[in-house]
């Protein structure tokens, strides 16, 4: 292990929030969202990406073709890191592995990800082999997929759990068979600090054929210890690290990828390596991740909650007011949170606008960007107090939602785009006319004008809701659309303070289920296998942030191909 004073090693960042991340109950990104934030992990200088598993289903194999063949090549902001690698997981399996390799080989730079349990709990349990069959089935499928793939990790599932001598034999059997990483998963999050790390130094010093590949430390949250646990292996020779954006993940979440860039970044004389990532994206990585996935981040998060550079102690104000570094150990800035230097008003330019988002870590295209500055335009007119930073990546959230719907911006509008029928998504439905009656002791209806594009007219219709006016909404835009959907998520948040601030909606909405899904157990488990459709939208009224963000949810169910339909949790669940 290279000391901490001698010349540190570049660390790998390997991002799965697109496969482990999305393992998060309730979870299911379709594959425009999966691009999305792909691109956006590329902007942010990944070096590796878990794109999911392909094996899974049609839409989760189409879904990692697409990040191939779309992101793989990409070099935006990444002049000196070259194309990210993109990668698919596969068990140790033939089938697997040909499927994996199958979907990421048209990027330029590409890895096959196996994996085979190595502790004796699951090998008596739940493989049902020996350990001499565990090692074979290793030798063998890393050798077929190295004959498919130069690059090729290999993860021992529940190595926190195995025995160090066995383990160190079946690391022996995936380099000896063409393994080019090893990464060292504690599944179940039950390593401490300690532990972990004593474990990656261990391996790195008893396993025959060290030297020829790289350790990767996989580190679970369940004792609140990913973090740690994490630096502790690159402390102790590991050079990749497994993580996600926000920590998401199942159960209690996976290691987060912004907090251990900024521990090294924030002491780097005491970690014996150096990143790459560009860390002024963090704060916008994480709001779309956090507005895609459902996962909201905890106001308290550490690096990018939305608490994380506020002081609200008289003697903590005091002292940064007089010198920053006296509570401040991060400097805002450097993780993306701005600290308003350019006043954002409705007198201010186009320029000033790109500026500032490009600021907040925004890569619009030009037609995002002339949408993006429409509405804040209409914002800036309606707001009294100016447009703050979290109206600005509310407004972003906006944009982008209305991209993946095809609902063009602003939300009240009936000249419709020509669209071609090859279109993936387009708006199908755009919100006209809307009023809402509530109050107490009344029964709250809502009537609802819709423009529908395929049949060039509008189409009205009202309903009544015994749960207030949202309710209301909800039912009249279904009775119009024809369509029967239940409602998963429903967030509402003010992007700053004051009676005038910016409400954001997001939804979450799938096909009503006739009957719900089991699962083998006979837990209920409903709409676990069925796709799960997202919308957000942003006004000053949140009753029509509400029927927006509704609108655009609809319009993307109505959108989805069959083809993209992705595997239920149950089907693409992986302990690793």
Do not use: W
């Amino acid at each position: 292990m290279a000391a901490a004073s001698a010349s540190p090693d570049k660390l790998i960042i390997f991002d799965t929030t697109l496969r482990d991340g999305e393992q998060s109950p309730g979870v299911t990104l379709n594959t425009d969202e999966k691009v999305e934030i792909a691109k956006q992990l590329s902007r942010l200088g990944v070096d590796i990406i878990e794109a999911g598993f392909p094996v899974a289903s049609p839409g989760d194999f189409n879904a990692v073709q697409r990040i191939a063949r779309e992101v793989g090549p990409l070099t935006e902001s990444r002049e000196h890191l070259g194309p990210m690698v993109i990668c698919g997981l596969a068990r140790c399996v033939e089938k697997d592995i040909q499927t994996a390799f199958d979907a990421i080989k048209d990027a330029p730079r590409h890895r096959i990800h196996i994996f085979l349990a190595t502790s004796d709990i699951h090998l008596e349990h739940k493989l049902k082999i020996s350990r001499s069959e565990c090692k074979q089935r290793i030798s063998a499928m890393v050798a077929f997929a190295k004959a498919l793939c130069h690059d090729i990790e290999f993860s021992p599932e529940d190595a926190g759990r195995s025995d160090r001598a066995f383990l160190c034999e079946a690391l022996e059997c995936a380099i000896e068979a063409g393994a080019t990483t090893l990464n060292i998963p504690d599944t179940v999050g039950y390593n401490n600090p300690e532990e972990y790390g004593s474990l990656i130094k261990h391996l790195c010093a008893n396993t025959r054929g060290a030297d020829k590949v790289v350790f990767s430390t996989h580190c679970h949250n369940d004792l609140g210890l990913a973090t740690a646990n994490t630096l502790a292996g690159i402390t102790n020779g590991a050079r990749q690290i497994e993580v996600t954006i926000n920590g998401i993940g199942e159960r209690a979440g996976n290691t987060s990828l912004e907090e251990v860039v900024m521990n090294v970044h924030t002491h780097p004389q005491t970690y014996p390596v150096y990143h790459t990532v560009n860390t002024r994206l963090f704060y916008s990585t994480s709001r779309m991740v956090e507005d895609l996935s459902g996962m909201f981040v905890q106001a308290n998060k550490a690096i990018v909650g939305r608490n994380a550079f506020l002081h609200e102690s008289g003697i903590h104000q005091d002292g940064v007011l007089k010198n920053k570094l006296t509570y401040e150990i991060i400097r805002p800035e450097d993780v993306g949170v701005t600290t308003g230097n350019l006043a954002m008003g409705k007198h201010s330019g186009r320029h000033a606008f790109k500026t500032k988002l490009a600021d907040l870590g925004y890569s619009l295209s030009d037609a995002q960007m002339q949408a993006a500055f429409e509405k804040f335009k209409q914002l800036a007119d309606m707001k009294k107090s100016g447009v703050t930073d979290g109206d600005l990546h509310a407004l972003v959230a906006d944009v982008r939602s209305t991209a993946l719907s095809g609902s063009a911006p602003g939300g009240v509008s009936t000249e419709m785009p020509e669209i071609p029928e090859q279109e993936p998504t387009y708006r199908r439905f755009a919100l006209k006319k809307m009023q809402v009656f509530t109050g107490t002791d009344v029964t709250p209806t809502a009537t609802i004008t819709l423009f529908d594009a395929a049949q060039q007219k509008d189409l009205t219709d009202a309903a009544l809701a015994q749960n207030g006016p949202i309710e209301a909404i909800f039912e009249a835009i279904q009775r119009i659309t024809g369509l029967n959907i239940d409602l998963l998520n429903f967030n509402v948040s003010a992007t700053s303070e004051g009676q005038d601030t910016l409400g954001k909606v997001a939804v979450r909405i799938a096909s009503k289920q006739s009957q719900p899904d089991a699962s083998e157990d006979g837990a209920v488990s409903s709409h676990a296998s069925v796709p799960k459709f997202s919308g957000l939208a942003t006004n000053v009224d949140i009753i029509t942030a509400s029927a927006n963000a509704y609108v655009a949810a609809v319009n993307r169910l109505i959108s989805h191909s069959s083809s993209d339909t992705r595997a239920s949790h149950k089907d693409r669940n992986v302990d690793i």
